[in-house]
């Protein structure tokens, strides 16, 4: 893939509006009801800095307001956005594949550091990484790979159903960073077979089976986590 340097380099978003980009896309991937209070939560942020921040880039056509008061990225603003989350998925790999960092600290890392990689260096990642289909939490890299059509959050799952993990939510890689290390350490990671033994509607729990043990998981905690039914 050939990039055209000058022309990105002249329309590279700001690092603030880098932040906004890839929060909204990391919830509309999650399916999540775009809100902008739902933003400044994400973003630690007050709702009128919020409100500032997207009229700039309303103006800018970055984004939109549905019908629905819901706030959605316009084609230019989803092609801004899949470049900053391909940038940082990228980054992650070289982290933890590369330099052996744990998925916790390759994720806060990785946000520290992708405002500052250029498209020629993370061409050149990409290509020595062995071009990755997705992150070390198995979601997809824009561009290079898409999410899984068929994927459900374990929640969503009754007991004796079996199923593949593909990936863990982005929104809990950013949200509950403790959650990615509780789930490494018990081996909820993408391409493990999981079968659920117990699904708990009351006690809002799931009960799951892995080939090395069995975890009892929140019904928040599974929600955050997709397979693949077999």
């Known amino acids: 893939m050939q990039l055209d340097q000058s022309n990105n380099a002249a329309h590279e978003p700001s690092e603030v509006v880098s932040r ?26 007050s709702r009128p800095t919020v409100a500032i921040g997207l009229r700039r880039m309303t103006r ?8 629905r008061k819901e706030i959605e990225l316009t084609p230019s603003g989803m092609r801004a956005a899949e470049s900053i989350v391909r940038r940082h998925r990228i980054m992650e790999r070289w982290l933890t594949d590369g330099l052996g960092l744990d998925w916790v600290t390759a994720d806060t890392e990785a946000a520290r550091i992708e405002h500052a990689v250029s498209e020629v260096v ?6 020595v990484l062995g071009r ?11 561009g290079h ?26 929104v809990a890689e950013r949200e509950a960073p403790p959650l990615l290390a509780y789930l490494h350490q018990r081996h909820l990671t993408p391409g493990r077979e999981i079968v659920v033994t117990e ?3 009351v006690g809002k729990t799931v009960r799951v089976r ?16 997709w397979a693949v039914p077999a």
């Open 20 to 45: 906004y980009l890839e929060a909204i896309y990391y919830m509309w991937s999650e399916r999540e009801p775009l809100r902008s209070s739902r933003l400044a939560d994400w973003l630690g942020v």
């Open 60 to 67: 800018d056509g970055l984004v939109r307001m549905n019908g």
């Open 122 to 127: 993370e061409q050149r990642l990409y290509e």
């Open 132 to 142: 990755p289909k997705t992150c070390p939490h198995g979601n997809p890299i824009p």
């Open 145 to 170: 790979s898409e999410v899984v059509a068929n994927e459900r959050p374990i929640s969503s799952l009754a007991a004796g159903d079996r199923a593949s993990i593909t990936r863990v939510s982005e």
């Open 199 to 201: 699904a708990d509607e």
């Open 210 to 225: 892995t080939a090395e043990r069995e975890v009892t998981l929140s019904h928040q905690t599974a929600s955050k986590v």
